[in-house]
């Protein structure tokens, strides 16, 4: 019998063929690691029916733990708010059960007016996204302050992008910001307290032996007959000396205390320190004060008078202006207070602080004084072009009956 043992050859690659084979298994190689390493989430295959795109669960995985893990709450939104996806962390926040997050709305856990600066935020989201604070309404009626950051996401063939949303508790950081508050209003409180201490002093002791010194003196030059020449000279410059120190010591001790303030009120005390500046510096000081509807609260008043005092020192020492011009008047819902300077400027951008605190505690005690009454400090300023320094304070914490 005869056994047909025809082995069946395979047709032999050319060494061409080879080649292109060989580039294939290394794409494919390529392929399987990137994919293993979770680099790639989708394939699209070209088959007979066209690209087809498959979603790879493992890959996809690696970022569901990544975001299940996160103590911040992670979602993504439909351009009408409706909620795709939530993780656990965001339903803790609510105090909701996640199947009942899912497909709701985000509108729902929000108040009307924090609804509005949602829909006005999701209109002016650009692709570096953006971020706001919220008070978040949890399912039991509780409040959460929360930090929002929103970033678009695919626009899914349509002109409205679906939207990845960060929330993230800000409960603690709102308990150190108040704290902050706190500290830096009692700073402010015991500093104004050690003024008018060493104010006292200065006026109640020094400047009362000074003016004996003084008396003593100015007896003395008279006694010495003016045969006595040069010791004559001398009596006299010493009691002209002591008589400048008293005028310095009495300024300071002026400057310091704030009877000036509760004595002139806001705007005469501000106009006398302006013509004190002016005659001393000979740098011209321009006041203007508009009408407010009500009189400014009293620690307003101070905040104010320290920040100029503050402002003209800066100018004396470091500015070489000309010309100052202070203003204080309305704006919108605010008051604005401002003093300008056409001097030589600095780079307030420069250093992590901008401009506070630059080795001195001027500016950093102008911008403690304006948060202490609730209110913001602006400062401008750039080499060679002069320095402003704005104050803003809402209205409402501005005035004792804002009107
Ligand atoms: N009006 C100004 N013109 C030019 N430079 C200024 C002006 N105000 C502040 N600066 C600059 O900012 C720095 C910081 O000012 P700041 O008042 O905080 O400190 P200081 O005046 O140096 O010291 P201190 O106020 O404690 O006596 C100054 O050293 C100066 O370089
Ligand atoms: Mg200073």
Do not use: W
Not at 15 to 28: I, T, Y
Not at 234 to 254: G, P, W, Y
């Amino acid at each position: 019998m005869k056994r047909a043992s025809q082995k069946s050859r395979a047709p032999r690659a050319q060494p061409g063929e080879l080649a292109r084979l060989r580039s294939a298994l290394a794409e494919a190689n390529e392929a399987l690691r990137a994919i293993r390493s979770g680099e790639v989430d989708a394939v699209v295959v070209v088959g007979k029916r066209g690209p087809q795109v498959f979603t790879l669960q493992g890959a996809e995985q690696v970022y569901r733990v990544l975001i299940e893990s996160m103590n911040e709450g992670a979602l993504t939104l439909t351009p009408d708010k409706m909620i795709l996806y939530a993780n656990h962390c965001f339903a803790r926040m609510v105090k909701s059960r996640l199947e009942k997050v899912i497909g709701g709305s985000f509108r729902r856990y929000l108040s009307a007016d924090d609804r509005l600066m949602l829909r006005k935020s999701l209109k002016r989201v650009g692709a570096s996204g953006l971020k706001f604070q919220v008070l978040l309404i949890a399912s039991d009626g509780s409040k959460l302050p929360v930090q929002i950051s929103l970033k678009p996401l695919a626009k899914n063939g349509t002109r409205r992008a679906t939207v990845g949303m960060v929330v993230t508790d800000m409960t603690e950081a709102r308990r150190t910001e108040e704290m902050l508050r706190a500290l830096t209003h009692r700073v402010v409180q015991v500093q104004e307290a050690e003024r008018g201490r060493v104010a006292y002093e200065l006026h109640d002791n020094i400047t009362q032996l000074i003016c004996a010194v003084l008396f003593r003196s100015q007896a003395l030059a008279e006694k010495l007959s003016p045969h006595e020449g040069t010791s004559k000279i001398e009596a006299i410059k010493l009691r002209e000396l002591l008589s400048r120190t008293a005028e310095e010591v009495d300024r300071i001790s002026h400057n310091l205390g704030p009877n000036v303030l509760e004595n002139l009120g806001l705007v005469a005390a501000m106009g006398d320190t302006s013509a004190e500046f002016e005659n001393r510096t000979g740098v011209s000081v321009k006041l203007t004060c508009t009408q407010l509807k009500a009189p400014l609260a009293a620690d307003i008043e101070l905040a104010f008078f320290r920040i100029l005092q503050e402002a003209l020192r800066n100018v004396e020492k470091h500015a070489s202006a000309r010309n100052v011009s202070v203003r204080l008047g309305r704006q919108g819902e605010f008051i604005r207070f401002a003093i300008n300077d056409d001097g030589v400027g600095f780079n307030a951008d420069r250093g992590p602080d901008k401009g506070k605190g630059r080795g001195g505690l001027g500016l950093l005690s102008m911008h403690e004084r304006a948060i202490c009454v609730g209110g913001t400090l602006t400062l401008s300023s750039a080499d060679r072009s002069g320095t402003e320094i704005e104050v803003l304070v809402p209205l409402a914490h501005g005035s004792v009956a804002s009107n």
